[in-house]
Nanobody, 123 residues
Framework: VQLQASGGGLVQAEDSLRLSCAAS????????MGWFRQAPGKEREFVAG????????YYADSVKGRFTISRDNAKNTVYLQMNSLKSEDTAVYFC?????????????????WGQGTQVTVSS
């Protein structure tokens, strides 16, 4: 499956931003989806994940209560709504698709990756 992330940009602290990730090539609903991010000089880290049928969502503690992951299987798209953005949210955000197996937060749980979209939060 091919993934294309979009929606990044430069925003002010406390602003909101919505990222999108469009999938193509295979049955989107067959994959759990996740968002990861990588800040300059840091390792890539898990942000949020959502199950194939949207019943389960999972968040990193750092974004819980501020970010919301959702998906529209009819549109082959996963979203990341980011509210109350902080400067520490500045990173390149990646979407990822994983086949059915346990686990959310490790990169090993995902098989396909998008190219990333830059989010910069200015304080």
């Amino acid at each position: 499956v091919q993934l294309q992330a979009s929606g990044g940009g430069l925003v002010q602290a406390e602003d909101s931003l919505r990222l999108s990730c469009a999938a193509s090539g295979r049955t989107f609903s067959a994959y759990k989806m996740g968002w990861f991010r990588q800040a300059p000089g840091k390792e890539r880290e898990f942000v949020a994940g959502i199950s194939r049928n949207t019943a389960i969502t999972y968040y990193a503690d750092s974004v819980k209560g501020r970010f919301t992951i959702s998906r529209d299987n009819a549109k082959n798209t996963v979203y990341l709504q980011m509210n109350s953005l902080k400067s520490e949210d500045t990173a390149v955000y990646f979407c990822a698709a994983g086949e059915a197996r346990a686990g959310w937060s490790s990169e090993r749980n995902y098989d396909y990756w998008g190219q990333g979209t830059q989010v910069t939060v200015s304080s």
